[in-house]
């Protein structure tokens, strides 16, 4: 008890400012994946079943759970008729095909942004080319994308591995990235593979996403000025653990915290200036608890730091689109 009075007495006369990072907390696509369930549970009532969780965020996918969806790992785990959605991230080939095997009745809730993606990679491989997919891993969105054409993409996570990866012919070689990815983490990769590759070739526009972008510029911004950055997100978010390591390499302490009750109060000891962001799949109100809770403990003064003004909406599909 005695040392949890002295690290809140500690914290309660630390943090003077908190300085907001903007744009935080949802994007257009997240946005977007979230009305599909919300509007497929209004329409057809529940449960709707919802392959992966729709974005990576534990208040988003208890939230949507408390209204009726249910969440599964595989198609195996839905009913036969029961109607499904896949995620924001995409799916492979393989899994679209055993929904119609099976005639699920299937709402895509995959990013805009994702699916552009895919397409590339059907173009690239279509026409012969290996495909060098810098990426992480593991994660849902590269899993859907190596899919489309498994025997001629290549996954690239690292410098190591752009350094050692093997192709057909290096006359013909093309990249793709995922679109959460940290934009100088990309470019470090992409500096090796065109080194090796003279030839290779990218998609016409960048794959990382504009909220990516925008989100580690003005987290970069703050981090410079804060003494502790804390990135509001779940430890599977992509985005939010790459706002992390960018705040970290522009000089700040930084924490992934899922909400409120994650700070730390030692971590406050010390730090006048706090920076406050949130990944593309955290809520707005995840943020509001965070400000009131430092609020609370003496901060006195919340300012904003803008990088970029989002006004991207991306249409509904069409079987949950007002008519």
């Known amino acids: 008890m005695a040392d949890a009075l002295t690290e809140w007495a ?7 400012q908190l300085l907001l990072a903007s744009p935080r907390s949802f994007c257009a696509g997240v946005e977007r994946a979230i009305a599909v369930v919300e509007e497929a549970l209004r329409r057809h009532g529940p449960p709707v079943y919802v392959r992966k969780q729709i974005v990576h965020n ?8 408390a209204q009726g969806a249910v969440f599964v790992d595989e198609l195996d785990e839905v009913p036969d008729g029961a109607l499904t959605v896949f995620s924001a991230h995409g799916v492979a080939p393989a899994v679209r095909q055993e929904a119609a095997d099976r005639r699920l009745p299937v709402i895509d809730a995959t990013c805009p942004l994702v699916t552009k993606v895919h397409a590339e990679a059907r173009r690239f491989a279509g026409r012969g080319d290996t495909v060098l997919l810098i990426g992480h891993p593991g994660h849902e969105e590269t899993d859907g994308t190596l899919g489309e054409a498994p025997d001629r993409i290549r996954l690239v996570p690292d410098p190591a591995a752009a350094e050692t990866v093997q192709v057909d012919d290096p006359e013909r070689v093309s990249y793709l990235v995922q679109t959460t990815l940290a934009v100088d983490e990309a470019a470090d990769i ?3 593979l065109r080194l090796r590759f003279p030839a290779l070739v990218g998609p016409g526009s960048d794959d990382i ?13 703050v981090a410079a000025r804060a003494d502790l950055v804390l990135v509001i997100g779940s430890a599977n978010s992509s985005n939010s653990r790459r706002l992390v390591e960018v705040a970290e390499r522009a000089g700040a302490r930084a924490h992934l915290i899922d909400g409120v009750c994650d700070i730390d109060l030692r971590w406050l000891s010390g730090a006048r200036t706090v920076g406050i962001t949130a990944g593309a799949s955290a809520p707005p109100g995840l943020v509001d608890e965070v400000v009131a809770a430092l609020t609370a403990l003496g901060a006195r003064e919340v300012s904003e730091h803008t990088a970029a003004v989002e006004d991207v909406v991306f249409t509904l599909p069409k ?4 008519p």
């Open 190 to 192: 992409l500096d090796t």
């Open 319 to 322: 079987e949950v689109r007002q």
């Open 58 to 65: 534990a208040r988003v996918v208890a939230d949507l759970r």
């Open 209 to 221: 996403c504009y909220a990516t972008t925008n989100r580690q510029r003005a987290i970069t911004a």
């Open 10 to 16: 500690a914290a309660a006369g630390s943090v003077h």
